[in-house]
């Protein structure tokens, strides 16, 4: 199946999902949206009004200033794979619980996997914590660490960056230092990718098995 088909039929699944509470108040799950091929994956927290309205994620407020922070380093909103921890809406807009968290996880990794991205960005503390269990994001925001083969850039979550003037600071300096991030992050990849290869050719070749018929 190719990574289109995988997250189509993610996306399917996650429509009819009932594995946590939050289907019950759900009006249409937001699985993400993206490229299948996208060199980055931006995860979120779970959708607020407009998102449980549209089925989108970030097309509310935090959306247009995500949208903004993006353009600010760079890169296009389409550019990019966009989705949250949590596909269905918690009422109110409450944290997601964590038999949530753990119920919907199964399905962004899945779609982790099928996209097999380069860097992923968390925007808020419960995406970070997927990735960074007890780390602190006040103490990790704009930083990026290497997990697996893969590296992870905490941003604080765009929504509550909007209404506190010093988060909002902050999130505009962390999202200025991106590009230089990427670059780096790129640089890494690209070295381990060469490396890998210059191993691959170095090594001798095997003798190619005579097939035994008789
Ligand atoms: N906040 C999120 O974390 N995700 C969305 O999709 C919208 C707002
Ligand atoms: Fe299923 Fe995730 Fe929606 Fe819960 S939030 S019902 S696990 S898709």
Redesign the pocket.
Known sequence: MSAEETLAQIAGEVSVCTNCELHKTRKKS?PGVGPANAEIMLI?????FN?NEQGL??V?Q??KFLSELLAQAGLQREDVWIG?VVKCRPPNNRDPLPDELAACDKYLERQIEAIDPSIIIT??RFSMGKFSPGAKISAIHGQMRKVGNRFVISMF?P?AALHQPQLKTTILADFAKLPQLLEVARRELGRAAAEAKAAYEAAPEEEPKQLKLF
Do not use: D
């Open positions: 937001v979120g927290e779970g959708p607020g998102e994620p970030f509310g935090a959306g949250n925007l808020g979550h929504a």
